[in-house]
């Protein structure tokens, strides 16, 4: 089973990251960005034996992950989807 | 218009940053994780003037952005997703 997250900052929040590549691509010659918010993608392969209670189980025990590690919450959100 | 862009290591690539994730994780209880890769999430808006002919386009431009900018083709793999 896989688990796809996305960790992105909250709305708000300064990207410095962001405005640093929607720089870039104007230097680039690409005009018409408006802005540009970057994130992190995570994949995380899960054992099939692990746990039970399939795609639920696992959904919330990745969000658990996020918690205590993957984000900080304080400043980032995350989105969890499982493929199985 | 907002484009999403993930850039993620091509299979094969060592990626000791998601193993990092992994070993955490594992520190922390949860087993059950197999492996962990660790990709970019990238949003981009794009100012709804710029260009014309739509997603299609919009979605070349992005994909040019990719190759020059955003990815490393040599290691990353993108793909690119437009919200109208």
Redesign the interface.
């Known amino acids: 089973m896989k688990a796809k997250v996305?960790?992105?900052l909250k709305p708000g929040v300064l990207d410095p990251q962001?405005k640093a590549?929607a720089h870039?691509?104007e230097a680039?010659g690409?005009?018409?960005?408006?802005?540009?918010?970057?994130?992190?993608?995570?994949?995380?392969?899960?054992?099939d034996?692990?746990?039970d209670g399939g795609a639920g189980a696992a959904e919330a025990?990745v969000s658990?992950?996020c918690e205590?590690?993957?984000a900080n919450t304080v400043i980032e959100n995350y989105r969890v989807e499982i493929d199985s």
Chains 1, 2 share one sequence.
Not at 30 to 47: H, M, N, P, S, T
Request: proline letters at 0%; aromatic letters at 6%; charged letters at 30%.
């Open positions: 996305h960790v992105t962001g590549i870039a691509l680039l690409f005009d018409g960005v408006a802005d540009v918010r970057q994130g992190k993608y995570i994949e995380i392969d899960l054992k034996g692990s746990g025990r658990e992950m205590k590690l993957l």
